[in-house]
């Protein structure tokens, strides 16, 4: 696998290249779930523990999700908007604040604070457990024997978890998938020496399950959730498994399997939820789903099994291949957690960020698939009954986050749960606008879960935000300019419009300047001082909402004039664009967060929002708008480079954009900083944890998604076609100093087009743009741009290290 990847990469751009492993490793068992080894299909996910005595995998299934659908919306809440909106545009921010905490939060307990595994928001919760405790092969209390060569891997080309280890002078090998093809999570222990292998198999939960034995080599775990209302309209699960032990027995007894003497264990475990998926899905029964997945699972032999789960995985993760060449090579064969230390003490490993950049493609492969739920705070990965933030989407950066590496790293189609997501949003988003905003068209605000909730949360100083819907159109946006979907567009089309009517409903003229601003409005969960110094979140038009509104009112007409449809509106949408608030520059060089120039509460806030025109927006650039992206340097300098992982992996692309590659590698770094595996909720720290998932802390993987976005960035970044110009493809445009040499193959850009690089001592050695659309584009590197003037379907242009021709 590792050579066909090598020899892909090196005949497009003509490189030599010598072998890197993509894996994460560890000499000893996991202690804590950001230890173990994350494996997923998009549906079914585990942690694998890989301990000695006991083998510990926590099982996952996406609709774990406690709660039930509410209503939420308080009815007469639009009643409070003439008085909300007077306080605001009198200046009295904290009085309308006031009257946001007591009419504009949702009715009932929200998110119960994050937690709400008991409240009809719910919590995504865990499947349950799996563990195999061994017995010693020798008889029963037989001291166990000292255990050698142990290691412990996830290999991120096979999506595989290995366990090898020696003790006894017999060799133990354990292999663990969870395939898509087969819809199963498959276990395989081995030993060099036959009728090695006894122990005891249980499958348990902490709550809410019970497990039977299913004949004598089977057990099924059923239960169902809380739906946070004390009834019965909760989730219901089931996991099944089958054991099969090679050369030896199985027995049942109560509620456990016995295996004795055996050559080889394998162990096949489907799971289902009856959760409705936002595709409309719902299966009928979650126990005869479970089973139904495990006997056709059971009709394949474990290579059939083994080859289909490779081939699926690869598909997408083949598809693109990252080389940092010239690192210390001492530092790359130590394991991952010592890798991580060594990094973060001044080491020279790049490939130590190759393989977090992989890992992060690896991730959104392993826990988002067409069809199913988007990956949420922990992808489809939680420990226990109650997830922090309860595991939910959450619209001021965190699901954004995570579909940010999608398109660039040429996974697409993973994007697919998130469409489905904000799609299910209309209708229940449409309520929450009448209610609040007498407003046309659908909102959501910063909550979300599977069980349609768009009302603003608990809490005025963060709840409230109204552009999380803005930010979610903005996918759909960006889907169409990496693909050029037409019918992807006329289906999404309707959000768009929706969308924007909401906004244009919700918009009122301030009368200083004859702006349009949002009302009420707050910069995500970031507070100013009011004149008396008193902290305050209540503002008109943060300068967010004000950046996001002009990317959705283009995207908008944009598409409408695509579709040939509503030209009524896109006149409207274009006028109005036009008077939203600019980007502004305050009196300190910075770019203003606000309407006024606010004092901030906390200087160094996780929260950019004002930056969203940098990254992920399009409207600040180094080189279209010099003087906002040297207030935007400011800014960033002033915000400091530590936070939370989101928030380095934020800087990061932010970085990336403003062209600065040894600023973005110092952003890098500090994401890689080794984080404690057990820590609770901060919003300081950031880091990496020692399986390399991102701590916020606590675990949570927008920073890991982030973070492959913003590595890829730095690479290549694009601007799409617009007012005539077509659209622009930047080569290296934020390559650190310190990566003299590597390649890239297969990343994405905006206008449809795949793009190889390889540099040589800092500079673009080969470069070759494979056209998908048929679209001209303009092709840059440094300063110097060429025309790729008459550029055919799947005709490719190759650029060598002068740049000067297109060949
Ligand atoms: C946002 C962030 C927090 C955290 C939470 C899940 O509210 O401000 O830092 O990531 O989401």
Same mark, same amino acid.
Not at 207 to 217: C, I, R, S, Y
Not at 687 to 709: E, R
Not at 786 to 794: A, S, V, W
């Given at each position: 696998? !590792?050579?066909?990847?090598?020899?892909?990469?090196?005949?497009?751009?003509?490189?030599?290249?010598?072998?890197?492993?993509?894996?994460?490793?560890?000499?000893?068992? @996991?202690?804590?779930?950001?230890?173990?080894?994350?494996?997923?299909?998009?549906?079914?996910?585990?942690?694998?523990?890989?301990?000695?005595?006991?083998?510990?995998?926590?099982?996952?299934?996406?609709?774990?999700?406690?709660?039930?659908?509410?209503?939420?919306?308080?009815?007469?809440?639009?009643?409070?908007?003439?008085?909300?909106?007077? +306080?605001?545009?009198?200046?009295?921010?904290?009085?309308?604040?006031?009257?946001?905490?007591?009419?504009?939060?949702?009715?009932?307990?929200?998110?119960?604070?994050?937690?709400?595994?008991?409240?009809?928001?719910?919590?995504?919760? +865990?499947?349950?457990?799996?563990?195999?405790?061994?017995?010693?092969?020798?008889?029963?209390?037989?001291?166990?024997?000292?255990?050698?060569?142990?290691?412990?891997?996830?290999?991120?080309?096979?999506?595989?978890?290995?366990?090898?280890?020696?003790?006894?002078?017999?060799?133990?090998?354990?292999?663990?998938?969870?395939?898509?093809?087969?819809?199963?999570?498959?276990?395989?222990?081995?030993?060099?020496?036959?009728?090695?292998?006894?122990?005891?198999?249980?499958?348990?939960?902490?709550?809410?399950?019970?497990?039977?034995?299913?004949?004598?080599?089977?057990?099924?775990?059923?239960?169902?959730?809380?739906?946070?209302?004390?009834?019965? !309209?909760? *989730? !219901?699960?089931?996991?099944?498994?089958?054991?099969?032990?090679?050369?030896?027995? *199985?027995?049942?007894?109560?509620?456990?399997?016995?295996?004795?003497?055996?050559?080889?264990? *394998?162990?096949?475990?489907?799971?289902?939820?009856?959760?409705?998926?936002?595709?409309?899905?719902?299966?009928?029964?979650?126990?005869?789903?479970?089973?139904?997945?495990?006997?056709?699972?059971?009709?394949?032999?474990?290579?059939?099994?083994?080859?289909?789960?490779?081939?699926?995985?690869?598909?997408?993760?083949?598809?693109?291949?990252?080389?940092?060449?010239?690192?210390?090579?001492?530092?790359?064969?130590?394991?991952?957690?010592?890798?991580?230390?060594?990094?973060?003490?001044?080491?020279?490993?790049?490939?130590?960020?190759?393989?977090?950049?992989?890992?992060?493609?690896?991730?959104?492969?392993?826990?988002?698939?067409?069809?199913? +739920?988007?990956?949420?705070?922990?992808?489809?990965?939680?420990?226990?009954?109650?997830?922090?933030?309860?595991?939910?989407?959450?619209?001021?950066?965190?699901?954004?986050?995570?579909?940010?590496?999608?398109?660039?790293?040429?996974?697409?189609?993973?994007?697919?749960?998130?469409?489905?997501?904000?799609?299910?949003?209309?209708?229940?988003?449409?309520?929450?606008?009448?209610?609040?905003?007498?407003?046309?068209?659908?909102?959501?605000?910063?909550?979300?879960?599977?069980?349609?909730?768009?009302?603003?949360?608990?809490?005025?100083?963060?709840?409230?935000?109204?552009?999380?819907?803005?930010?979610?159109?903005?996918?759909?946006?960006?889907?169409?300019?990496?693909?050029?979907?037409?019918?992807?567009? $006329?289906?999404?089309?309707?959000?768009?419009?929706?969308?924007?009517?909401?906004?244009?409903?919700?918009?009122?003229?301030?009368?200083?300047?004859?702006?349009?601003?949002?009302?009420?409005?707050?910069?995500?969960?970031?507070?100013?001082?009011?004149?008396?110094?008193?902290?305050?979140?209540?503002?008109?038009?943060?300068?967010?909402?004000?950046?996001?509104?002009?990317?959705?009112?283009?995207?908008?007409?944009?598409?409408?004039?695509?579709?040939?449809?509503?030209?009524?509106?896109? !006149?409207?949408?274009?006028?109005?664009?036009?008077?939203?608030?600019?980007?502004?520059?305050?009196?300190?060089?910075?770019?203003?967060?606000?309407?006024?120039?606010?004092?901030?509460?906390?200087?160094?806030?996780?929260?950019?929002?004002?930056?969203?025109?940098?990254?992920?927006?399009?409207?600040?650039?180094?080189?279209?708008?010099?003087?906002?992206?040297?207030?935007?340097? $400011?800014?960033?300098?002033?915000?400091?480079?530590?936070?939370?992982?989101?928030?380095?992996?934020?800087?990061?692309?932010?970085?990336?954009?403003?062209?600065?590659?040894?600023?973005?590698?110092?952003?890098?770094?500090?994401?890689?900083?080794?984080?404690?595996?057990?820590?609770?909720?901060?919003?300081?720290?950031?880091?990496?944890?020692?399986?390399?998932?991102?701590?916020?802390?606590?675990?949570?993987?927008?920073?890991?998604?982030?973070?492959?976005?913003?590595?890829?960035?730095?690479?290549?970044?694009?601007?799409?076609?617009?007012?005539?110009?077509?659209?622009?493809?930047?080569?290296?445009?934020?390559?650190?100093?310190?990566?003299?040499?590597?390649?890239?193959?297969?990343?994405?850009?905006?206008?449809?087009?795949?793009?190889?690089? @390889?540099?040589?001592?800092?500079?673009?050695?080969?470069?070759?743009?494979?056209?998908?659309?048929?679209?001209?584009?303009?092709?840059?590197?440094?300063?110097?741009?060429?025309?790729?003037?008459?550029?055919?379907?799947?005709?490719? @242009?190759?650029?060598?290290?002068?740049?000067?021709?297109?060949?």
């Amino acid at each position: 696998m !590792k050579l066909r990847l090598i020899v892909a990469l090196a005949s497009l751009v003509s490189l030599t290249i010598t072998a890197s492993a993509s894996s994460i490793w560890f000499d000893a068992p @996991a202690r804590h779930f950001t230890e173990s080894a994350p494996l997923g299909n998009g549906r079914l996910g585990a942690m694998v523990f890989g301990g000695v005595e006991e083998e510990r995998i926590i099982l996952n299934e996406t609709g774990m999700w406690s709660g039930s659908p509410q209503d939420a919306d308080r009815p007469d809440a639009a009643k409070a908007l003439p008085e909300i909106r007077r +306080l605001l545009l009198e200046g009295k921010n904290l009085e309308a604040e006031a009257l946001i905490a007591a009419n504009f939060t949702c009715a009932g307990k929200g998110s119960g604070h994050g937690n709400g595994a008991n409240v009809p928001y719910g919590s995504y919760q +865990l499947l349950g457990e799996l563990t195999f405790t061994f017995h010693q092969p020798s008889g029963s209390g037989a001291p166990a024997s000292p255990v050698s060569n142990y290691r412990r891997e996830l290999d991120l080309f096979t999506a595989n978890a290995r366990t090898t280890y020696e003790q006894g002078g017999v060799r133990y090998t354990r292999e663990i998938f969870v395939s898509k093809p087969g819809e199963a999570v498959v276990v395989r222990f081995s030993s060099d020496k036959p009728g090695m292998l006894s122990g005891r198999l249980a499958l348990t939960r902490p709550e809410n399950a019970k497990t039977q034995t299913v004949g004598t080599d089977g057990l099924r775990m059923t239960g169902q959730l809380p739906d946070g209302f004390g009834g019965d !309209k909760g *989730v !219901k699960f089931s996991a099944e498994l089958k054991v099969q032990a090679k050369g030896g027995s *199985v027995a049942a007894n109560d509620d456990v399997l016995t295996v004795t003497g055996a050559d080889e264990v *394998v162990i096949v475990l489907s799971g289902a939820t009856d959760i409705k998926t936002f595709a409309g899905r719902q299966i009928a029964d979650a126990q005869l789903a479970a089973t139904g997945d495990l006997m056709r699972a059971l009709r394949s032999s474990l290579e059939e099994l083994r080859a289909a789960h490779i081939a699926d995985h690869q598909k997408y993760f083949d598809r693109v291949a990252l080389r940092l060449d010239g690192g210390d090579k001492a530092a790359a064969t130590k394991p991952t957690p010592e890798r991580l230390r060594a990094f973060a003490e001044g080491a020279n490993d790049p490939g130590l960020i190759a393989t977090y950049f992989d890992f992060g493609r690896y991730l959104l492969i392993a826990s988002s698939r067409p069809g199913g +739920l988007p990956a949420n705070l922990q992808g489809l990965w939680a420990d226990g009954v109650q997830t922090p933030w309860n595991g939910d989407w959450h619209l001021n950066v965190n699901i954004q986050m995570n579909y940010w590496p999608a398109e660039i790293c040429n996974l697409s189609e993973l994007t697919d749960p998130l469409f489905a997501f904000i799609q299910s949003l209309r209708v229940p988003g449409a309520k929450t606008a009448k209610a609040y905003y007498n407003a046309r068209g659908w909102v959501a605000h910063v909550l979300g879960n599977p069980w349609g909730f768009t009302s603003p949360g608990e809490g005025a100083s963060w709840g409230a935000t109204t552009t999380g819907s803005a930010w979610l159109c903005h996918h759909i946006w960006e889907h169409y300019l990496f693909t050029r979907d037409r019918t992807f567009l $006329k289906h999404a089309y309707p959000v768009l419009r929706e969308s924007s009517q909401f906004y244009l409903d919700m918009l009122i003229e301030e009368p200083k300047q004859k702006w349009l601003v949002t009302a009420p409005s707050n910069s995500p969960e970031n507070a100013f001082l009011t004149a008396d110094g008193k902290p305050a979140h209540i503002t008109l038009g943060a300068t967010m909402d004000m950046q996001l509104l002009r990317a959705l009112f283009t995207a908008t007409a944009e598409s409408a004039k695509i579709l040939g449809v509503d030209a009524e509106l896109q !006149k409207e949408l274009l006028e109005k664009r036009e008077r939203l608030i600019p980007t502004r520059i305050a009196k300190d060089g910075r770019v203003m967060e606000w309407i006024e120039e606010y004092a901030e509460a906390d200087p160094q806030h996780r929260h950019i929002s004002h930056l969203w025109g940098l990254y992920p927006g399009d409207e600040i650039s180094a080189t279209r708008t010099p003087e906002l992206a040297a207030a935007a340097r $400011k800014t960033l300098d002033v915000r400091g480079d530590a936070g939370t992982g989101w928030c380095i992996a934020h800087k990061l692309n932010l970085w990336a954009r403003l062209g600065d590659g040894d600023r973005a590698l110092a952003l890098i770094r500090s994401l890689l900083k080794p984080a404690s595996a057990v820590s609770g909720i901060s919003t300081k720290g950031g880091g990496t944890y020692p399986n390399l998932f991102d701590a916020h802390p606590p675990f949570q993987i927008d920073g890991n998604f982030g973070g492959a976005a913003g590595i890829a960035e730095m690479l290549v970044q694009s601007v799409p076609a617009r007012e005539g110009a077509p659209a622009e493809i930047h080569l290296l445009p934020a390559l650190p100093s310190m990566w003299k040499t590597g390649a890239v193959r297969g990343l994405r850009v905006r206008g449809g087009y795949e793009v190889n690089i @390889a540099w040589k001592d800092g500079k673009l050695a080969k470069a070759l743009v494979r056209s998908l659309s048929g679209q001209r584009a303009n092709v840059r590197y440094k300063g110097k741009v060429l025309t790729l003037g008459n550029f055919p379907l799947n005709s490719t @242009a190759q650029f060598d290290a002068s740049f000067e021709t297109v060949r």
